[in-house]
């Protein structure tokens, strides 16, 4: 607790140590924001920009744009320039921070104020040092990759939120935060087999009780068995041996293929696997490796492909046909792409995100047989695959598919994952999910175990729910009955609001939403008015991202704008997801309705 406040506290003087930076430095040309909200937000290097006209001239450095392939000229300067050091003496903002804190009474009171005006003053000294890192010579890559599902309107919505706990009146009394994948955050109850197996795995004392089923006690026995008896110990950095043996078992009982433990790989969530494959196709030498992408896309993919100083390759799902693929995009694609970048890689994202459709099994086929011709390692991130709601659709594992296929499409390069974030298991904060990576040369698989070893194991606990996800309670067993009625249940709300949210988006005017078919969010088109898009122009904003912070700000409403996912010019999206519980969401989609009218009347 103690170490959250301090956090808290050193984040909210590094703000107001900015923001009285601001307004105590001479006027400076106009920089253009990359977000600015209502109330006028700008990114850390815009508020460190040169406060002086004898501070050194801003460094540029030539980067790509997530969703485009020209140059973007980045400002860049020192943190703390020689000018701005002579500027803001110590003295100086410890005596602001002293007027500020007494200004805020109702805020900072007692020992906090106290211990907020040291800390201002300390970090005010800090600007007078000479320090390693600046915001010139950190990592390019770290400052040019975005993650747009954790950023500047999320960031909005954290402080909205201690507003209002604050007392301060708004439009509404709560945030809904439908920008992020989170099930329990929006009121999804656990699995109760999960959470009784991690219970005993984390506190094997209860074994003896008798409040626990026979079957969740053997499980948990076995899981601490395979982890020498605690969950405390490290397990071999790619997972514990009885967890990917289930995994392996499982994969066998979907696809009728067999699969072998020793191309299982645990990690903590299906980020980490996808990442530290993907990793592995980075080169330091020669023409940048290029990965294919679906545009839209998850920001996962795009930020670490630019943290790995690898080329973004986007290809355009088809809005007008479900959120189809197509193959001639591909080609053109690839096509265009290789005239500057060495492509090696495709992601394909099945059921989609953040799109919510589910790919017919020829589709499929098509990109298999795509892949092989142009040389293609593919990244199958399934881990929405218990999620498909449409009655035209099915699941199909990309492995079972090139399994199926035959020489020479099973010989394909193939990394495939699952997570047990998402499904009916909404288990995102105990982090576990796996990579089944198949194909892969003997002598690079193990470069790549030596890789993992490095970050020593993915957590136990979620090794654990891992467990419980690809060996759930049988037939017979005593958790089977509440099992299957509980994960049903999750299934079959998650189905209604799908079709619920899509239903209602496509009745309000400006709006137009395919049918959600899978996955956990809807990636509606809004169309923006002229008078709207100018005065986004005006804030140094994309359109949709003014959209959406006006949304926020009069709705309380955390949606992401479609910019941060990629699409196609012309058009504006934003992804919500379906998860809030039906009472909510009907309130969400009321509230959706209200602010669309409101803003076109306004705009049109």
Same mark, same amino acid.
């Given at each position: 607790m103690q170490a959250f406040w301090l956090g808290h506290q050193r984040g909210v003087v590094q703000s107001t140590f900015r923001k009285w930076r601001l307004q105590n430095r001479p006027p400076v040309s106009t920089v253009p924001a990359a977000v600015v909200a209502s109330r006028s937000i700008v990114t850390p290097t815009q508020c460190l920009e040169s406060e002086t006209s004898s501070s050194p001239p801003s460094r540029q450095r030539s980067i790509s744009s997530p969703f485009d392939h020209q140059p973007t000229t980045v400002p860049t300067t020192l943190l703390f320039s020689p000018a701005a050091k002579k500027q803001h003496s110590v003295s100086q903002f410890h005596t602001h921070s002293c007027q500020l804190a007494q200004s805020r009474k109702g805020d900072l009171i007692g020992r906090e104020e106290v211990n907020v005006r040291r800390a201002m003053a300390t970090l005010a000294a800090q600007s007078h040092v000479d320090l390693v890192l600046s915001i010139d010579n950190i990592n390019p890559n770290v400052k040019a990759m975005e993650y747009a599902v954790r950023g500047p309107l999320v960031i909005? @919505?954290?402080e909205i939120e201690k507003e209002l706990a604050m007392g301060?009146?708004?439009?509404?009394?709560?945030?809904?935060? #439908? /920008?992020?994948?989170? @099930?329990? @955050?929006?009121g999804q109850k656990p699995i109760t087999f999960i959470r009784q197996v991690l219970s005993l795995v984390a506190y094997p004392d209860l074994l003896s009780s008798k409040e626990f089923p026979e079957d969740v006690k053997s499980r948990a026995r076995a899981i601490l068995a395979s982890s020498r008896g605690s969950a405390g110990c490290y397990s071999d950095s790619a997972g514990l041996e009885l967890v990917r043996n289930h995994v392996a078992q499982y994969i066998e009982r979907r696809d009728g293929f067999p699969a072998d433990p020793n191309n299982i790989v645990l990690c903590a969530g299906a980020?980490? =696997?996808? *990442?530290?494959?993907?990793?592995?196709?980075?080169?330091?030498?020669?023409?940048?490796? =290029?990965?294919?992408?679906?545009?839209?896309?998850?920001?996962?993919?795009? #930020?670490?492909?630019?943290?790995?100083?690898?080329?973004?390759?986007?290809?355009?799902?088809?809005?007008?046909?479900?959120w189809g693929l197509d193959?001639?995009?591909?080609?053109? @694609?690839? /096509?265009?792409?290789?005239?500057?970048?060495?492509? *090696?890689?495709?992601?394909?994202?099945?059921? =989609?995100?953040?799109?919510g459709q589910v790919l017919t099994r020829d589709n499929i086929v098509e990109v298999i047989k795509f892949a092989h011709r142009e040389k293609l390692f593919i990244f199958a991130d399934e881990v929405y695959q218990d999620n498909v709601y449409a009655e035209n659709r099915k699941f199909h594992s990309f492995k079972k598919v090139t399994k199926e296929m035959g020489d020479p499409y099973d010989k394909l390069e193939l990394a495939s994952f699952l997570s047990c974030s998402k499904g009916y298991m909404g288990e995102c904060g105990l982090r576990g999910g796996y990579a089944e990576i198949v194909n892969m040369d003997p002598a690079v698989k193990a470069l790549y175990l030596k890789s993992i070893s490095a970050k020593l194991c993915p957590t136990v606990l979620g090794q654990a729910v891992m467990d419980c996800v690809v060996n759930p309670p049988q037939p017979g067993e005593p958790s089977y009955e509440l099992f299957s009625k509980e994960k049903a249940a999750v299934l079959q709300s998650l189905s209604e609001r #799908?079709?619920?949210?899509?239903?209602?988006?496509?009745?309000?005017? =400006?709006?137009?939403?395919?049918?959600?078919?899978? #996955?956990?969010?809807?990636f509606p088109e809004v169309k923006i008015p002229e008078k709207a898009i100018a005065k986004a122009k005006s804030l140094g904003q994309a359109p949709d991202v003014f959209y959406a912070f006006q949304l926020l700000e009069q709705t309380g409403m955390c949606c992401v704008p479609g910019s941060g996912f990629g699409q196609r010019p012309g058009t504006y999206h934003f992804r919500t997801t379906i998860l809030p519980q039906p009472e909510k969401l009907q309130i969400m989609l009321d509230k959706f309705r209200s602010f669309q009218e409101s803003f076109m009347k306004e705009y049109q």
């Amino acid at each position: 607790m103690q170490a959250f406040w301090l956090g808290h506290q050193r984040g909210v003087v590094q703000s107001t140590f900015r923001k009285w930076r601001l307004q105590n430095r001479p006027p400076v040309s106009t920089v253009p924001a990359a977000v600015v909200a209502s109330r006028s937000i700008v990114t850390p290097t815009q508020c460190l920009e040169s406060e002086t006209s004898s501070s050194p001239p801003s460094r540029q450095r030539s980067i790509s744009s997530p969703f485009d392939h020209q140059p973007t000229t980045v400002p860049t300067t020192l943190l703390f320039s020689p000018a701005a050091k002579k500027q803001h003496s110590v003295s100086q903002f410890h005596t602001h921070s002293c007027q500020l804190a007494q200004s805020r009474k109702g805020d900072l009171i007692g020992r906090e104020e106290v211990n907020v005006r040291r800390a201002m003053a300390t970090l005010a000294a800090q600007s007078h040092v000479d320090l390693v890192l600046s915001i010139d010579n950190i990592n390019p890559n770290v400052k040019a990759m975005e993650y747009a599902v954790r950023g500047p309107l999320v960031i909005r @919505a954290g402080e909205i939120e201690k507003e209002l706990a604050m007392g301060v009146k708004k439009p509404f009394t709560e945030v809904i935060k #439908a /920008n992020i994948g989170d @099930a329990q @955050a929006m009121g999804q109850k656990p699995i109760t087999f999960i959470r009784q197996v991690l219970s005993l795995v984390a506190y094997p004392d209860l074994l003896s009780s008798k409040e626990f089923p026979e079957d969740v006690k053997s499980r948990a026995r076995a899981i601490l068995a395979s982890s020498r008896g605690s969950a405390g110990c490290y397990s071999d950095s790619a997972g514990l041996e009885l967890v990917r043996n289930h995994v392996a078992q499982y994969i066998e009982r979907r696809d009728g293929f067999p699969a072998d433990p020793n191309n299982i790989v645990l990690c903590a969530g299906a980020s980490e =696997g996808i *990442r530290s494959t993907l990793k592995m196709l980075s080169t330091v030498s020669g023409p940048r490796t =290029g990965i294919m992408i679906p545009i839209p896309q998850y920001p996962l993919y795009s #930020a670490s492909i630019v943290e790995y100083n690898m080329e973004q390759v986007g290809y355009y799902l088809d809005e007008d046909n479900d959120w189809g693929l197509d193959v001639a995009e591909l080609e053109r @694609a690839v /096509n265009e792409a290789r005239k500057r970048c060495n492509v *090696r890689g495709i992601v394909v994202i099945n059921p =989609g995100n953040p799109t919510g459709q589910v790919l017919t099994r020829d589709n499929i086929v098509e990109v298999i047989k795509f892949a092989h011709r142009e040389k293609l390692f593919i990244f199958a991130d399934e881990v929405y695959q218990d999620n498909v709601y449409a009655e035209n659709r099915k699941f199909h594992s990309f492995k079972k598919v090139t399994k199926e296929m035959g020489d020479p499409y099973d010989k394909l390069e193939l990394a495939s994952f699952l997570s047990c974030s998402k499904g009916y298991m909404g288990e995102c904060g105990l982090r576990g999910g796996y990579a089944e990576i198949v194909n892969m040369d003997p002598a690079v698989k193990a470069l790549y175990l030596k890789s993992i070893s490095a970050k020593l194991c993915p957590t136990v606990l979620g090794q654990a729910v891992m467990d419980c996800v690809v060996n759930p309670p049988q037939p017979g067993e005593p958790s089977y009955e509440l099992f299957s009625k509980e994960k049903a249940a999750v299934l079959q709300s998650l189905s209604e609001r #799908a079709s619920m949210i899509a239903k209602s988006f496509n009745s309000i005017p =400006g709006i137009k939403c395919n049918t959600v078919q899978g #996955a956990m969010y809807a990636f509606p088109e809004v169309k923006i008015p002229e008078k709207a898009i100018a005065k986004a122009k005006s804030l140094g904003q994309a359109p949709d991202v003014f959209y959406a912070f006006q949304l926020l700000e009069q709705t309380g409403m955390c949606c992401v704008p479609g910019s941060g996912f990629g699409q196609r010019p012309g058009t504006y999206h934003f992804r919500t997801t379906i998860l809030p519980q039906p009472e909510k969401l009907q309130i969400m989609l009321d509230k959706f309705r209200s602010f669309q009218e409101s803003f076109m009347k306004e705009y049109q």
